[in-house]
């Protein structure tokens, strides 16, 4: 008997789409479009009435991937309208289809389409930041998602892999943007903005006039886990190229220390469409050194961003979790692992 259980056991753990790391992952209910929404064309990846959303997908972040995926549908009235684009690796072939399968059968129903990106093409162009995780080519894929992403695709929301939403996203994917303005976001203006730069950026009048430059109005920060982008202005206006630009600088003058963000500071900063704060209740993961935890900022919260070097579900499993983290529990598609015992 013992035997033959232990049998059973490899079968389902080999049959059940396990991804590469160990994790595999429940099935997800299916949503439906409530009678007010218009169903969108059979070519989904060009419908303008699709509600689109780019995001990575790493095998090491795929848990909170799925958690993504899963709160945005849940919460949106047309749910049948959002459609996904996925950018990913395209060195890791195995690694690729784990996650590709992954996605398939926990949401067998959904509408999306994958684009392999070359890491090896940005690979060359990134510094060393404050937390090696902010290193991951991957985080740099959203300069690229103009090019990456079919001529039709005019407007998506991009989302990190660490947040949920809990309203409906087509309410974010619908800010309104000026016509000479390329992306929108939450901003923080009472955030210290020289932090983001270092004293060799500050002290050079030609970089840091950078600011006082052709921009709308005085420059904030800004989180780039979250934001709308205008893909077809993007593309008029060569912003790949200006962002690109500043970290071939920073290759050979250093000007900030953390990661992808600051080169589209240096390139939006000012010159945004402000979202509500609401959309970004961002910095649930503490700071980029210890991961301490946060409380919510005052007021309505739309999404939950566990920006920072703590995130839930690691928090969870070693039994240290916030208590903000709890909130993030309902949307873990984590399948319990059961491993064998001596019976």
Known sequence: MRGELYILVIFLLASSGEVHGGERFKEAPEFFNSPECNAIDSDFVCSDRAVHVAMTLDAAYLRGSMAVILSALQHSSCPQNVVFHFIISKQSHRRR???VRAITQSFPYLKFR?????????SGLISSSIRSALDSPLNYARNYLAELLPACVSRAVYLDSDLVLVDDISKLFSTPIPDDVVLAAPEYCNANFTFYFTPTFWSNP????????????????????????ELRKW???????????WMELQ????????????PFLLVFA??????????????????????????????P???LHWSGKGKPWVR????????????????????????????
Not at 114 to 122: C, E, G, S, T
Not at 251 to 262: A, C, D, F, W
Not at 276 to 291: I, S, T
């Open 270 to 299: 000012g010159n945004i469409a402000p979202v509500d704060h609401r959309w970004n209740q961002h910095g649930l993961g503490g700071d980029n050194y210890r991961g301490l935890c946060r409380d919510l900022h005052p007021g």
């Open 301 to 303: 919260v739309s999404l």
């Open 316 to 343: 969870l499993d070693a039994g240290r979790p916030c208590p903000l983290d709890e909130l993030w529990v309902p949307y873990d598609l984590l399948e319990p692992r059961f491993d064998l015992v001596d019976i």
């Open 114 to 122: 994958i684009y392999p990106f070359d890491v090896a093409a940005v």
């Open 235 to 245: 593309k008029e206006g060569d912003y790949t190229r200006k962002i690109i630009e």
């Open 97 to 99: 289809n784990d996650v």
């Open 206 to 229: 030609s970089l840091s006039l950078t600011f006082a430059a052709n921009r709308r109005r005085p420059p904030c920060y800004f989180n780039t886990g979250v934001m709308v982008i």
């Open 251 to 262: 290759k050979r003058i250093r000007i900030y220390e953390l990661g992808s963000l600051p």
